[in-house]
C-alpha cells in the first residue's frame, strides 16, 4: 500500500470523525452469541441492524413505565405517552435536519411511506378538485430506476395501473451506477413523480441525486428519494437533499421492526388526500362525512406503533452520540478493506462499484458457480451471516444475469475482523463444491 | 459436523452430476406428455419438470431447471426414483420424501422406499432448505396432475 501526504493545512487523514468499535459492540448484547459453535460473525445489517442495550431498555421501559394511548387522553399516563411519542418525531426531524416537526410521518416501515405517497397519488387522481401535482391520468409519467427495491417498484407499477398513467426507469450500468445518460429524455413535462433509490440495497450505489434534483425542478415534477439504506449509514439533511419526500425504516438503523418515516415537505402533505381511514386522522366525522387532521396526524390512522417510535428516538440518539460522520467513515474504511479481501478470493465477481467510492457498506458477489443459498449455508455453519437470494431486487438480478446473489453489509459494529472470517468461509465453501 | 448432514456425498454428487438433466420429447408418440414450471419466489431457484406417461406409468420424468445444490440434487434423485415406475408405486415414494421432509429431522426414513432420496434426511433439520429440496417434487405431482394422473387426496400436504 502506498501512502500520500496531504499537504499541510489540509484536512488530514486523522481529522476524520473516529470512536471506539469495541466499545460500540459492547452496547449489543446479540454481538456476543454463537451460531453453530462460532463467534457470531454478522455481515447482514442492510437487511435489519441489530439494536444497542440503550434502545432495548427504553422499549421495555415505556411499556413498563408509561404505556398508554397517544393524543387522546387527559390522564397522566397517557400525556407521558404522547410527549414521548411527539418527542421521538423531533428527534428524527432533526437527525434529518426536516424544517418542520410536523413534516414527519410515522409509517409501519418505509414500504407503507411509499405506498402512502402513492396512494396520495391514487386518491388524488379521483378528485377533480385535487392538487394537480397529485393527479395522474394516461399520458402522465412516473420514473423510477432499475436499481430499487421491490417496495420501490411495486407500489408505482400499481399506481400505474389504477391511473393509466406510464411507468419508465433508469438503466443501471455495468458498474453498478445509475444511467443518467438519457436523464432528458426520460423525465420530461410528463413525468409527474421521480422515485429513486439513495443508497441500492444490492449494490451499494449511493446514487449523486444533484443532477437528477435539478431536472425534476426544470420539469416540475416531485422527487422522493428511498433513504432506506442510507438515513442508517451517513448524516442525511433534506434541505442539503432538496427533495420533497424520502422514506426510511427504523430496524435498519438500531431501531425496532414497525417503525418507519415518510418525511415530505409540508406544502406536499398538507396537499396530499389522506390514504387510511379512521380514527386519529380526522378534524371532525359526522355521519354525512368527514373532515380530516392536518399533517402528520392525517397520515397517521388508528393507534401508532407508540413503543416503537419511541425506542426509534433512542436509536436516533444512540447513533447521533456516536456521530454519523464517524460511522459512515468506519464503514467507508470497512467497505474499502472488503473490496481488497474480496479480490484475493479466486473466481468471486462482486456486482457494483468495485472502488469504496459513491457506495457503501453493502457488498454482492457470486462465488464462481456455487449457488448463494449454498454459499449462504457453509458461511452459517462457520457463524457468518450473510444474506442470499434475490433481495428483493430481481431486476437487479436480472441485469447482472444472476437468479441470486450473496450479500455481505456492514454497519457500526462490524469489525475488519470479521470480513476476514467472511473471506475464509469462503475458501471453505470452495472446498465443499469443487 | 452439521454441515455434513446437511451436504451429504449423495447430494453433492447428484448436484455436480446431475442424472436425466435436460427436458426430452416422448418417445412414444402416443404418450401423455406434461410439464410444470415451479419458482421459489424467496431464492429464485426455478425448475420445469416434464413427465411421459401413458396414464399408468411414467414412461420418462425429464426436467430443467437452475438453483442451488440441494434443489437440483433433489431433482436429479426424484428422476432415478421415479422413472418407470407405476403411477401407484410413484406417488407411495413421493409421498415419503414429502413426509421426511415435513418432519423436521424426526422421521426416519426407508432407504428401500426413498433410495438416494435418504440423504435428504439432514435437510429437514433447516427450515429454510425444506422448500429446495421439495421444488421439483412439487413440480413433478403438477405436471404429473396435468398429464392427467393425479396423486390421492391425502397425500397433500407441504
Redesign the interface.
Known amino acids: 500500500m502506498t501512502t500520500t501526504v496531504i499537504p499541510e493545512g489540509m484536512p488530514q487523514y486523522d481529522d476524520v470523525p473516529r470512536f471506539d468499535v469495541a466499545a460500540v459492540r459492547a452496547d449489543f448484547p446479540i454481538l456476543d452469541r454463537e451460531v453453530n459453535g462460532h463467534r457470531l460473525v454478522y455481515l447482514d445489517s442492510a437487511n435489519t441492524s441489530h439494536k444497542p442495550r440503550q434502545v432495548l431498555d427504553v422499549l421495555a421501559e415505556h411499556y413498563a413505565m408509561h404505556n398508554a394511548n397517544v393524543s387522546r387522553s387527559v390522564h397522566t399516563l397517557g400525556t407521558e405517552a404522547t410527549e414521548a411519542y411527539e418527542g421521538a418525531r423531533a428527534k428524527v426531524a432533526a437527525f434529518v435536519n426536516a424544517p418542520s416537526v410536523d413534516e414527519v410521518v410515522f409509517t409501519k416501515n418505509s414500504t407503507e411511506a411509499i405506498n402512502i405517497v402513492a396512494y396520495a397519488f391514487s386518491n388524488a387522481s379521483l378528485r377533480p378538485d385535487a392538487d394537480p401535482r397529485f393527479r395522474l391520468g394516461p399520458g402522465d409519467e412516473i420514473v423510477i430506476s432499475e436499481m430499487e427495491h421491490h417496495s420501490n417498484i411495486v407500489p408505482w407499477q400499481l399506481l400505474a395501473e389504477r391511473t393509466g398513467a406510464t411507468l419508465r426507469w433508469f438503466p443501471v450500468t455495468d458498474a453498478g451506477r445509475l444511467d443518467e445518460s438519457g436523464l432528458e429524455e426520460l423525465v420530461t413535462e410528463r413525468a409527474k413523480i421521480v422515485s429513486l433509490v439513495h443508497t441500492s440495497n444490492i449494490l451499494g450505489t449511493v446514487n449523486a441525486t444533484a443532477r437528477i434534483t435539478e431536472r425534476v425542478r426544470q420539469v416540475g415534477a416531485l422527487l422522493l428519494l428511498d433513504c432506506s439504506q442510507s438515513v442508517p449509514h451517513m448524516p442525511v439533511d433534506v434541505v442539503d437533499l432538496d427533495a420533497d419526500f424520502i422514506v426510511f425504516t427504523g430496524h435498519k438503523m438500531c431501531g425496532p421492526t414497525g417503525i418507519g418515516v415518510l418525511w415530505g415537505r409540508g406544502d406536499l402533505l398538507a396537499a396530499m388526500p389522506p390514504v387510511l381511514g379512521g380514527g386519529s386522522m380526522i378534524e371532525t366525522v359526522s355521519m354525512a362525512g368527514s373532515t380530516f387532521a392536518a399533517p402528520p396526524a392525517r397520515f397517521e390512522a388508528g393507534t401508532p406503533p407508540i413503543a416503537e417510535a419511541v425506542a426509534l428516538g433512542a436509536a436516533v440518539d444512540y447513533l447521533t452520540g456516536i456521530g454519523m460522520r464517524a460511522i459512515q467513515w468506519h464503514e467507508k474504511e470497512l467497505t474499502a478493506y472488503a473490496l481488497d479481501a474480496l479480490a484475493t478470493v479466486p473466481g468471486l465477481r462482486i456486482f457494483g462499484p468495485a472502488v469504496p467510492v459513491g457506495r457503501g457498506g453493502t457488498i454482492s458477489f457470486a462465488l464462481g458457480d456455487v449457488h448463494p443459498h449454498d454459499v449462504g449455508q457453509v458461511l452459517d455453519s462457520l457463524g457468518v451471516q450473510v444474506r442470499v437470494g434475490h433481495h428483493c431486487a430481481k431486476p437487479v438480478c436480472s441485469r447482472f444475469g444472476v437468479p441470486a446473489m450473496t450479500r455481505a453489509s456492514f454497519y457500526l459494529y462490524t469489525m475488519t475482523e470479521e470480513i476476514d472470517a467472511l473471506v475464509a468461509g469462503l475458501e471453505q465453501v470452495r472446498k465443499v463444491f469443487d | 459436523?452439521?454441515?455434513d448432514q446437511?451436504?451429504q456425498e449423495i447430494i453433492?454428487d447428484h448436484y455436480k452430476h446431475p442424472h436425466g438433466r435436460g427436458l426430452r420429447d416422448a418417445e412414444d408418440p402416443q404418450a401423455r406428455v406434461a410439464e410444470a414450471h415451479h419458482v421459489n419466489p424467496?431464492?429464485?431457484?426455478?425448475i420445469t419438470v416434464r413427465v411421459a406417461t401413458d396414464g399408468d406409468r411414467f414412461a420418462d420424468i425429464s426436467y430443467d431447471g437452475?438453483?442451488?445444490?440441494?434443489s437440483q440434487a433433489s431433482a436429479s434423485v426424484l428422476h432415478e426414483l421415479l422413472t418407470g415406475r407405476g403411477a401407484g408405486e410413484a406417488f407411495v415414494v413421493h409421498q415419503a420424501f414429502v413426509e421426511l421432509m415435513s418432519g423436521r429431522g424426526q422421521v426416519t426414513p426407508d432407504e428401500d422406499v426413498l433410495g438416494d432420496g435418504v440423504a435428504f434426511a439432514g435437510v429437514a433439520r433447516?427450515p429454510a432448505?425444506v422448500k429446495?429440496a421439495l421444488l421439483p417434487w412439487m413440480a413433478f405431482k403438477d405436471a404429473a396432475a396435468r398429464a392427467g394422473v393425479g396423486a390421492s387426496p391425502t397425500e397433500v400436504k407441504a
Do not use: A, F, W
Open positions: 459436523m452439521q454441515l446437511l451436504y453433492l424467496t431464492c429464485g431457484d426455478e437452475m438453483g442451488c445444490s440441494i433447516y432448505r429446495c
